[in-house]
Nanobody, 123 residues
Framework: QVQLVESGGELVQAGGSLRLSCAAS????????MGWFRQAPGKEREFVGS????????YYADSVKGRFAITRDNAKKTVLLHMNSLNPEDTAVYYC????????????????WGQGTQVTVFS
């Protein structure tokens, strides 16, 4: 069973950039598809993006496409979310998640979750 810990969330000005990190322990990291989700106050958890086990297949939500990028390093057991051109609508708690199988955008398809890291974008 894999354990996930996110880090890197902070307060950032609109237009800025941020990089979130998700560190995994336990399990075999390279066997998991990894996903990033976010949840703003009063809203449902929202898909951000997902990266396959090899890193060759990546999907993004339309709302972040062209601004966010996901990378992974299986040797270091980490997955990164690179966020650029941030705007206040990106304010949320960001979660990484893991699943077996292909990248998907449904949160209930992911079995393992981190505790989340807060990103706040101010204008």
């Amino acid at each position: 069973q894999v354990q996930l810990v996110e880090s890197g969330g902070e307060l950032v000005q609109a237009g800025g950039s941020l990089r979130l990190s998700c560190a995994a322990s336990g399990g075999t990291f390279g066997t998991y598809t990894m996903g990033w989700f976010r949840q703003a106050p009063g809203k449902e958890r929202e898909f951000v993006g997902s990266i396959s086990r090899s890193g060759l297949t990546i999907y993004y939500a339309d709302s972040v496409k062209g601004r966010f990028a996901i990378t992974r390093d299986n040797a270091k057991k980490t997955v990164l979310l690179h966020m650029n051109s941030l705007n206040p609508e990106d304010t949320a708690v960001y979660y990484c998640a893991a699943r077996f199988g292909s990248p998907v955008d449904r949160a209930d398809e992911y079995a393992y979750w981190g505790q989340g890291t807060q990103v706040t974008v101010f204008s």
